[in-house]
């Protein structure tokens, strides 16, 4: 009987330790991380005032601070045609922030020994074994093999096809539609077809290269890219909403995107029918929550744990998260690329993520280090490592024209009233 209780008492304790960990990612006054709450107010000021001007249907923003949620508001509405309220669980298509998660799953397999960062792509990406770059119109076979450290730089010279008109290579992405396949190995075959912007590891270009990662994580794996992620890294962080394929059941929050018609200046809501998919694009596919997308940055801040569920070591995070471009090759690129209207020399590139170079360059507040992106419908995130800070930004606006990502990062950090 003696033996029993000790046994209940330890099961317990441990079970009260495992809910104290849990516990940590709670809302929370901001003077306890050291931060006002009057100041934050000026977030939540913000966004009614895009939504108030109809820039915006409407707006979700998250600050935490040491694991603590000191801001997390839902303003305005679901759509331009959807007067339903902005609610905090809305699920929006983040694009490119499925970027970051792709990276992890791949440094998940790193970790294993599945792949050194100088392995050729081809090894694992066959279709991807004759590459030629295209040279004043003439493809001509190329010098420099592609590797895995090229993927996550996004030095591989694969393009998007966001410039056609000014880029032959978009122009023929834009032909081969390589992210129009069916699937990930669709993907592969288009993409072998056609020519690189330049030779591997010559610069720095926003592309396709980490769906090919999607693709080598797959290959890897033995697993569905969306199984993979589900099985490894969402439920083992309690990311319940976070999935290539919105379950039936959560429709309801899905929200619509938008654009913005310049001619006649006004939201436009755009009314899609919404199509599950097979095609697992790590580069863009990833439907998530504001609360999960806290929960996947806050596991990265903490150096690769999230509630006693380690998913990398913290020497791979640091790694990850520290700038891989050499100084002669500097960051810029296209499309919904955060840091390409940033100075050049603030700008850095890890492994999946970019990086803060200087604050000062950008012109706006910020710290050394820092490490963030965002997505092509205007969402953001950044983790402030120097202030243990983590922010989200989450709207549906195509190509936003508003400077909402440079406004969120001045108004999180005047509201610090202690630093580190």
Request: hydrophobic fraction near 40%; aromatic fraction near 8%; charge should be negative.
């Given at each position: 009987?003696?033996?029993?209780?000790?046994?209940?008492?330890?099961?317990?304790?441990?079970?009260?330790?495992?809910?104290?960990?849990?516990?940590?990612?709670?809302?929370?006054?901001?003077?306890?991380?050291?931060?006002?709450?009057?100041?934050?107010?000026?977030?939540?000021?913000?966004?009614?005032?895009?939504?108030?001007?109809?820039?915006?249907?409407?707006?979700?923003?998250?600050?935490?601070?040491?694991?603590?949620?000191?801001?997390?508001?839902?303003?305005?509405?679901?759509?331009?045609?959807?007067?339903?309220?902005?609610?905090?669980?809305?699920?929006?298509?983040?694009?490119?922030?499925?970027?970051?998660?792709?990276?992890?799953?791949?440094?998940?397999?790193?970790?294993?020994g599945a792949f050194a960062l100088s392995d050729p792509v081809a090894k694992f990406v066959p279709e991807?074994?004759?590459?030629?770059?295209?040279?004043?119109?003439?493809?001509?076979?190329?010098?420099?093999?592609?590797?895995?450290?090229?993927?996550?730089?996004?030095?591989?010279?694969?393009?998007?096809?966001?410039?056609?008109?000014?880029?032959?290579?978009?122009?023929?992405?834009?032909?081969?539609?390589?992210?129009?396949?069916?699937?990930?190995?669709?993907?592969?075959?288009?993409?072998?077809?056609?020519?690189?912007?330049?030779?591997?590891?010559?610069?720095?270009?926003?592309?396709?290269?980490?769906?090919?990662?999607?693709?080598?994580?797959?290959?890897?794996?033995?697993?569905?890219?969306?199984?993979?992620?589900?099985?490894?890294?969402?439920?083992?962080?309690?990311?319940?909403?976070?999935?290539?394929?919105?379950?039936?059941?959560?429709?309801?929050?899905?929200?619509?995107?938008?654009?913005?018609?310049?001619?006649?200046?006004?939201?436009?809501?755009?009314?899609?029918?919404?199509?599950?998919?097979?095609?697992?694009?790590?580069?863009?596919?990833?439907?998530?929550?504001?609360?999960?997308?806290?929960?996947?940055?806050?596991?990265?801040?903490?150096?690769?744990?999230?509630?006693?569920?380690?998913?990398?070591?913290?020497?791979?995070?640091?790694?990850?998260?520290?700038?891989?471009?050499?100084?002669?090759?500097?960051?810029?690129?296209?499309?919904e690329n955060p840091g390409a209207r940033a100075a050049a020399q603030s700008f850095g590139f890890g492994?999946?993520?970019?990086?803060?170079?200087?604050?000062?360059?950008?012109?706006?507040?910020?710290?050394?280090?820092?490490?963030?992106?965002?997505?092509?419908?205007?969402?953001?995130?950044?983790?402030?490592?120097?202030?243990?800070?983590?922010?989200?930004?989450?709207?549906?606006?195509?190509?936003?024209?508003?400077?909402?990502?440079?406004?969120?990062?001045?108004?999180?950090?005047?509201?610090?009233?202690?630093?580190?």
């Amino acid at each position: 009987m003696q033996q029993t209780i000790k046994l209940m008492a330890g099961i317990l304790a441990v079970c009260l330790t495992t809910g104290a960990v849990a516990g940590d990612l709670v809302e929370a006054p901001g003077a306890e991380a050291g931060m006002s709450d009057e100041r934050l107010a000026r977030i939540t000021g913000m966004s009614q005032r895009y939504v108030d001007e109809g820039k915006l249907a409407g707006v979700v923003t998250l600050v935490a601070r040491d694991g603590k949620i000191v801001h997390f508001e839902a303003v305005g509405q679901r759509g331009a045609e959807d007067d339903r309220p902005m609610t905090k669980d809305a699920l929006f298509r983040i694009f490119s922030m499925s970027k970051p998660i792709t990276a992890v799953a791949a440094m998940m397999l790193y970790e294993e020994g599945a792949f050194a960062l100088s392995d050729p792509v081809a090894k694992f990406v066959p279709e991807l074994t004759e590459l030629d770059v295209l040279v004043d119109g003439e493809r001509v076979p190329a010098e420099t093999t592609m590797t895995m450290r090229h993927l996550l730089t996004h030095t591989t010279g694969l393009s998007y096809g966001f410039n056609p008109r000014g880029n032959p290579v978009d122009a023929l992405y834009n032909e081969v539609q390589p992210l129009g396949g069916r699937n990930l190995d669709e993907f592969a075959e288009r993409l072998g077809q056609l020519p690189l912007v330049f030779e591997p590891g010559e610069r720095w270009h926003y592309s396709v290269a980490v769906d090919v990662t999607g693709l080598v994580v797959e290959r890897l794996s033995g697993m569905s890219f969306d199984a993979f992620l589900k099985d490894r890294l969402f439920e083992p962080l309690g990311m319940a909403d976070t999935f290539f394929n919105v379950p039936e059941d959560k429709l309801d929050r899905l929200l619509p995107n938008h654009r913005w018609n310049r001619q006649e200046e006004h939201l436009v809501q755009i009314n899609r029918p919404y199509q599950p998919t097979e095609m697992f694009s790590g580069g863009g596919g990833l439907v998530s929550s504001t609360m999960d997308y806290l929960r996947f940055a806050e596991m990265v801040r903490r150096g690769g744990e999230l509630d006693g569920v380690r998913i990398l070591s913290p020497k791979t995070v640091a790694f990850m998260t520290a700038n891989h471009l050499p100084a002669t090759l500097t960051g810029g690129g296209t499309g919904e690329n955060p840091g390409a209207r940033a100075a050049a020399q603030s700008f850095g590139f890890g492994l999946g993520f970019g990086i803060n170079m200087d604050p000062v360059a950008s012109g706006v507040l910020g710290s050394q280090g820092e490490y963030n992106w965002g997505g092509a419908a205007g969402t953001v995130f950044w983790v402030d490592p120097v202030e243990d800070m983590v922010v989200v930004g989450m709207i549906q606006l195509m190509g936003s024209p508003w400077p909402l990502r440079r406004e969120l990062r001045v108004l999180a950090n005047q509201a610090l009233t202690e630093l580190r």
